[in-house]
Every structure is written in C-alpha cells, then in structure tokens.
C-alpha cells in the first residue's frame, strides 16, 4: 500500500457526462500528479500540482480540469465524456517536487465510458 | 517518432532465467533515470532510480544506463514468477520534472 487513496475504484457513465475523480496524497506530500493509462497510449502525464498550485501540464485536454484543495487532497474533472475516454486514471504523490522525489502511485479509478 | 521507446512484449522467460529489459531514447537531456513495476489492477511502483550513466544494483535488480547509446536496461536475475508484471521505464529532464514513459514490457515468469 503506497500511501495515496483514490475513489472511485470504478466508473461507469455515458457519453456526454461528466465526473469528478478524488485522490489523496500521502501524509506530508506536497506534490501530487494525474495520468491516465490507457492500452495504446500506455502512461500520459497530465498535470502536477504543488502546494496548491499548478506547476506542469502534460497532454491534458481542454475537457479536463483539477485542482488541489488546500488540505492538499486533488481532484480530477472530465467533462463531456467520449468513448476515448476510457481508461485507468493515477495520482501519484511525492513529497516535494524535483529529479529526485519518488512518486508513489495509487491504485487508479478505471472509467468505463459507454 | 516517441521520445522513449519500450518493446511492449510479452516477455515469457522460464523462472530462474535472467531478464533482461530495454528502453531506448531520443532526448540526450534525459539525465535521471527509472524503472517502474506494474502489477495487474495495480498502480506502478519504483523499483529502480539511476542518475546519469552507470550502473545500480539492488538484490536481484541491476539497471544500466548508457548515455552515449541512448539506451537503458534493467536486468533482474534468478527470476521469479512474483516478478510477472509489467515493467516501465520513465526518464526526466534536469530542467523539467516532468517523467516521460515508456509503453511497457510485460513480463510473465513461468514456473
């Protein structure tokens, strides 16, 4: 068990809808990261936060947002939902933010878009 | 073209064998280096860090870095079927820390 938690463990929705996916770091980390795995993109960074505030975007749409609230728990909106959507979402923590941070992943909402 | 390039297998290796596992790159501003295992319904967790060239060992696990060839490896001995996963690699900037992966190799160990 890493340390990070996130729900749902599974979503299932249409085409069209919007969810709201929630991770929680491990206590006293600063950082927290998205990515989305899917079988032919494999892992795709999507954006970090730190301290509340965003310090990268990686191949994130427009569709997507996220924040991190300031107890430091993160969440993960997508909206208007498309079949391609579908796919095992991450959050990973790590304690501060740099080449030698280790990042500790959760276990990962599957989203099953039909 | 990707910047990390990762055979996605699988790799089916009769348990006791040497693993032997690759990444190749195209950005020579990658300077850190990792090595990520994946089990099923799992999310990834590090197995191995190298700064730079060189080489690391940790029990079972060594990971090789050649920069000149752009290439990484991790090498796992007296393989177990426990070690069937799949196996990431992920590299990061100096300037940007940000990871980018491979597609990863899945292994399967048979007994």
């Known amino acids: 068990d890493s340390g990070v938690t996130q729900t749902p463990k599974h979503l299932i929705t249409a085409t069209g809808q919007r969810v709201t996916l929630r991770c929680s770091p491990r206590?006293?980390?600063?950082?927290v990261y998205w990515y989305q795995q899917s079988l032919d993109q494999g892992l795709q960074f999507l954006i970090h936060y730190y301290n509340g505030e965003e310090r990268a975007k990686g191949n994130i749409l427009e569709r997507f947002s996220a924040q991190q609230f300031p107890d430091l728990h993160s969440e993960l909106n997508l909206s208007s939902l498309e079949l391609g959507d579908s796919a095992l979402y991450f959050c990973a923590s790590s304690v501060v933010w740099g080449a030698g941070d280790e990042q500790f992943f959760g276990p990962g909402t599957r989203l099953t878009v039909l | 073209q990707k910047e990390v390039e990762q055979d996605p297998g699988p790799l089916s290796v009769p348990e006791g064998a040497i693993v032997s596992l690759n990444c190749t790159y195209s950005n020579s501003a990658f300077q850190y280096f990792m090595w990520y295992r994946q089990y099923s319904r799992k999310g990834p967790e590090l197995l191995m860090y190298t700064y730079s060239s060189g080489n690391k060992e940790d029990g079972r696990f060594t990971a090789q870095v050649d920069k000149s060839s752009k290439y990484i490896s991790l090498f796992i001995r007296d393989s177990q079927p426990s070690d069937s996963a799949t196996y990431l690699c992920a590299m990061m900037r100096d300037s940007n820390y940000q990871l980018i992966w491979g597609a990863g190799t899945k292994l399967i160990i048979k007994p």
């Open positions: 206590s006293g980390d600063l950082s």
